[in-house]
């Protein structure tokens, strides 16, 4: 009985850590958001942008993203932590689709 509950207490407590070190992010209405990137996960084709209202955006790039630099069209490589970008996303559900990202800087 006693291992029994040690092994719940061990399942909770990891459970518990798991759970506070996920990304927390909000969800905004569609539309256009200027912030700094906090992170890029290159491998899942991913950024958090803060917005300068202060809320985290997690954008997954979709094939129809459009990334752009002075007007031109770039490579996701050109995304580095601490950008200034600005970024249209539309609301579905809860997920947010980044229709277009454009780096500021």
Known sequence: MLTKTLK????LGIFLFMVSCG???DTVESGTYQGTIEEVEA??????VKTDDNKTLELYF???TE????GSTVDFSELKEGQK?????????????????????
């Open 67 to 70: 990334l752009t630099r002075n």
């Open 43 to 48: 491998s899942k084709d991913e950024i958090y």
């Open 85 to 105: 970008v600005e970024v249209e996303v539309e609301k579905v559900g809860k997920r947010l689709d980044p229709i277009s990202v454009k780096i500021m800087e």
């Open 8 to 11: 719940s207490v061990a399942f």
């Open 23 to 25: 990304e927390s992010t």
């Open 62 to 64: 979709k094939e129809n």
